[in-house]
């Protein structure tokens, strides 16, 4: 994940902007001391900002130490984190110094101007430091995060592909399975067709038979058919003879 899209980088630079613009309205309110109705209007401003942007720090403070429990996981380490705790630190300075400041000024404190300036004077070094912060040698270790998160999204990539390979062999493989299915089942239903053609052919000539035998019992009579039963009877136990007595 580059820096343009980490979510701590957009909320640091989202905080940034209103630390810059808390600044600015301070240097208004150091100006403003002759007015004391501009000065409370600005006292007020400043008041709320500085409770709003320690509340953001705290909160991105949150995210640091969750992702202090599993650096890995978020495709960070250690000198990243060491990074980032120090910037919401520095911030915090800040916002606390003008804190101070505004909160001295409002007491009326007898030393409120040579507190005012020495606040300003610990508001400009903390910027300057910031600034120098900007330029460091950890731009290069930014550049070595995105490197290998560049990697990491590579090799999940390439795992990726194989897994896709893998489901289309699988694929190839079932539909193999689903035509050998396909081919047994149309033998199957020849099988079938053929057997009933056998059984209708078989039933016509059972018919068939069926109706010479009426015939033949229709011609010779009573008598023809007790000598056909008899001679039947007959037939059978020279069979049976034949077969369990030999």
Same mark, same amino acid.
């Given at each position: 994940?580059?820096?343009?899209?980490?979510?701590?980088?957009?909320?640091?630079?989202?905080?940034?902007?209103?630390?810059?613009?808390?600044?600015?309205?301070?240097?208004?309110?150091? %100006?403003?001391?002759?007015?004391?109705?501009? *000065?409370?209007?600005?006292?007020? +401003? !400043?008041? =709320? &900002?500085?409770?709003? $942007?320690?509340?953001?720090?705290?909160?991105?403070?949150?995210?640091?130490?969750?992702?202090?429990?599993?650096?890995?996981?978020?495709?960070?380490?250690?000198?990243?984190?060491?990074?980032?705790?120090?910037?919401?630190?520095?911030?915090?300075?800040?916002?606390?110094?003008?804190?101070?400041?505004?909160?001295?000024?409002?007491?009326?404190?007898?030393?409120?101007?040579?507190?005012?300036?020495?606040?300003?004077?610990?508001?400009?070094?903390?910027?300057?430091?910031?600034?120098?912060?900007?330029?460091?040698?950890?731009?290069?270790?930014?550049?070595?995060?995105?490197?290998?998160?560049?990697? %990491?999204?590579?090799?999940?990539?390439?795992? *990726?592909?194989?897994?896709?390979? +893998? !489901?289309? =062999? &699988?694929?190839?493989? $079932?539909?193999?399975?689903?035509?050998?299915?396909?081919?047994?089942?149309?033998?199957?239903?020849?099988?079938?067709?053929?057997?009933?053609?056998?059984?209708?052919?078989?039933?016509?000539?059972?018919?068939?038979?069926?109706?010479?035998?009426?015939?033949?019992?229709?011609?010779?009579?009573?008598?023809?058919?007790?000598?056909?039963?008899?001679?039947?009877?007959?037939?059978?136990?020279?069979?049976?003879?034949?077969?369990?007595?030999?």
């Amino acid at each position: 994940m580059s820096s343009a899209q980490d979510p701590f980088y957009i909320v640091k630079e989202e905080i940034q902007e209103s630390i810059d613009k808390l600044l600015s309205t301070f240097h208004q309110w150091e %100006r403003a001391s002759s007015d004391p109705e501009d *000065q409370m209007h600005l006292m007020k +401003e !400043l008041v =709320a &900002s500085c409770e709003s $942007i320690e509340w953001q720090v705290d909160e991105l403070d949150k995210a640091i130490a969750v992702a202090a429990r599993d650096p890995a996981w978020y495709g960070i380490d250690e000198a990243e984190l060491e990074k980032r705790r120090r910037w919401t630190s520095t911030s915090r300075v800040q916002v606390g110094n003008v804190k101070k400041t505004v909160a001295a000024g409002e007491d009326g404190n007898s030393n409120g101007t040579s507190g005012i300036s020495g606040m300003h004077r610990e508001l400009m070094r903390l910027q300057n430091s910031h600034q120098e912060n900007i330029s460091n040698p950890y731009a290069k270790d930014n550049d070595n995060f995105i490197q290998s998160e560049s990697d %990491r999204q590579l090799l999940l990539i390439r795992q *990726q592909d194989e897994e896709l390979d +893998e !489901l289309s =062999a &699988s694929v190839g493989r $079932i539909g193999g399975v689903g035509l050998t299915i396909h081919e047994e089942l149309l033998a199957q239903e020849k099988i079938i067709g053929d057997l009933g053609m056998e059984m209708d052919s078989t039933s016509n000539r059972l018919n068939f038979v069926q109706k010479k035998v009426e015939v033949v019992m229709k011609k010779t009579g009573a008598k023809g058919q007790i000598m056909i039963i008899i001679f039947l009877i007959v037939l059978f136990i020279i069979l049976f003879v034949l077969v369990f007595l030999t």
